[in-house]
């Protein structure tokens, strides 16, 4: 089930004012372009601002998200005719050949179970077409990134498209390593309080390594994250039968 951030109707719709830099999927499409990735498939898609960035970009796109509430919000966005939407996990995937399976923002690690996060990993591969690459990234645990996740530094308040605004803020409710929960809550000025809890899963670089390894895939590059200097990886894999001799740089 999805977080009442994604899944709860009212926060659904305010998701992409609350997170209107959207400057860390310029790396994704910049990936998309280097790869001549011509269809895609976007795991936990949310409300669709990337698979419609690549839909007017003139690719195929797949969006697959288990949140209703945030696909409503994507189908309304422009070239999102051109998107085939999925409810659901990739249980609900039908058959299909991509050259490009993204996951992007925190999808990877909202997998908590390990058996969940190496079905995903299988099924982006029965996805991919043999020459085909998953991209992704996940937070490093080492940097403990969830120290700044409190009310002082998070609060602000967003003025709404339509009129009306929202004060938001996060506050850290348990770290029990691998799992960090933390609490938004969301006031409107209407007097409306909404909150959504969340949990995520901080794999380590070897961890994931490992998991992609299991799930048949060959890491052929861990880069830093654009937005995030030196607190994320993006991982590139592709199907391990076939490990391109010409990658700019090869990871061991």
């Known amino acids: 089930m999805a977080d009442a951030i994604f899944e709860e109707r009212r926060l659904a719709q305010i998701?992409?004012?609350?997170?209107d830099d959207r400057s860390d999927l310029d790396a994704y499409?910049?990936?998309?372009d280097l790869l001549g990735?011509?269809?895609?498939l976007d795991i936990g898609c949310g409300t669709g601002t990337f698979a419609c960035l690549l839909a007017e970009r003139g690719r195929e796109v797949t969006g697959v998200d288990p949140a209703a509430a945030?696909?409503?919000?994507?189908r309304r966005k422009p070239c999102a005719d051109r998107v085939r939407w999925l409810t659901g996990d990739v249980t609900v995937l039908p058959p299909i050949r991509v050259d490009l399976v993204t996951m992007t923002g925190n999808v990877a690690q909202v997998f908590l179970d390990e058996q969940d996060w190496a079905s995903t990993l299988m099924a982006a591969r029965a996805a991919l077409r043999p020459t085909g690459h998953l991209v992704f990234e996940i937070r490093d645990p080492a940097g403990e990134g969830w120290r700044e996740w409190n009310r002082e530094r998070s609060r602000r308040?967003?003025?709404l498209p339509g009129g009306g605004s929202v004060e938001a803020w996060v506050e850290l409710t348990e770290v029990s390593l691998p799992l960090v929960s933390f609490l938004w809550t969301f006031v409107f000025d209407d007097g409306a309080v909404l909150t959504s809890n969340s949990t995520l899963r901080f794999r380590t670089e070897a961890?994931?390594?490992a998991a992609l390894r299991a799930a048949d895939f060959t890491v052929i590059d861990v880069r830093d994250a654009p937005d995030r200097p030196g607190r994320e990886f993006v991982f590139i894999a592709k199907p391990a039968e076939v490990i391109p001799s010409d990658w700019p740089s090869p990871a061991n």
């Open 70 to 74: 945030s696909l409503e919000v994507a």
């Open 207 to 209: 961890e994931t390594r």
């Open 29 to 32: 499409l910049a990936l998309a």
């Open 15 to 19: 998701y992409d004012a609350l997170d």
């Open 157 to 159: 308040r967003t003025e």
């Open 37 to 40: 990735a011509r269809s895609v």
